[in-house]
């Protein structure tokens, strides 16, 4: 059974950073592509983040140089390190696993408050 | 305001039959698989409906996918108070980046 969970969310400062970490069992992320979705509150999804199984990285425009998404094969785990965070940033963030053309499993998200 | 667009709203009564639209473009639906995903309240996205028309296993076939052009629709037959939920297209961008469609809120 797959399961993820996604951790490091909390209330954060203007301008600062956070990682988030998202543990993956029950699959390698080594093999599989990954992705990094948000919703803000009381809105809908937007995708932010790819890495393939192959390495190659993608972003959407908003979050471009401040954002970075990598993978621990060993630890089995994919990360978000955000940088100069901004009040739209607040979120809550999935990670997600992407199977061809779709996101087929999902983890239960973690909070990730802006706040000047 | 996203790329795919969606009504905000739908709504029926238990037992009938709902769509949902999702309307893009060339550079996305138009060249690209259409997921749906169901939210349930409180919960995270549960993939629906993936490569237009497929089911996972375990979704039942009440839900069903389509997609012809640049536009997509779900269906959703004998509808339960249980399937009260918000609903997503997405879909790709050049074959790169992914989207997401604004959603739609469905009352039962």
């Known amino acids: 059974e797959v399961q993820l969970l996604e951790s490091g969310g909390g209330l954060i400062q203007t301008g600062g950073s956070l990682r988030l970490s998202c543990a993956a069992s029950?699959?390698?992320?080594?093999?599989?592509?990954m992705s990094w979705v948000r919703q803000a509150p009381g809105k809908g999804l937007e995708w932010v983040s790819i890495?393939?199984?192959?390495?190659?990285?993608y972003y959407v425009d908003s979050v471009k140089g401040r954002f970075t998404i990598s993978r621990d094969n060993f630890q089995n785990t994919l990360y978000l390190q955000m940088n100069s965070l901004r009040a739209e940033d607040t979120a809550v963030y999935y990670c997600?696993?992407?199977?061809?053309?779709?996101?087929?499993?999902w983890g239960q998200g973690t909070l990730v408050t802006v706040s000047s | 305001q996203s790329v795919l667009t969606q009504p905000p709203s739908v709504s029926a009564a238990p037992g009938q039959k709902v769509t949902i639209s999702c309307s893009g473009s060339?550079?996305?639906?138009?060249?690209?698989?259409v997921s749906w995903y169901q939210q349930l309240p409180g919960t995270a996205p549960k993939l629906l409906i993936y490569?237009?028309?497929k089911r996972p296993s375990g979704i039942p076939d009440r839900f069903s996918g389509s997609k012809s052009g640049t536009s997509a629709t779900l269906g959703i037959t004998g509808l339960q108070t249980g399937d009260e939920a918000d609903y997503y297209c997405?879909?790709?961008?050049?074959?790169?980046?992914?989207?997401f469609g604004g959603g739609t809120k469905l009352t039962v």
């Open positions: 997600a696993v992407c199977s061809g053309w779709f996101f087929d499993f």
């Open positions: 029950g699959l390698a992320l080594s093999t599989n592509h």
């Open positions: 890495i393939y199984s192959g390495g190659n990285t």
């Open positions: 060339s550079s996305n639906i138009g060249n690209n698989y």
């Open positions: 490569d237009n028309n």
């Open positions: 997405g879909t790709w961008n050049n074959s790169v980046t992914a989207l």
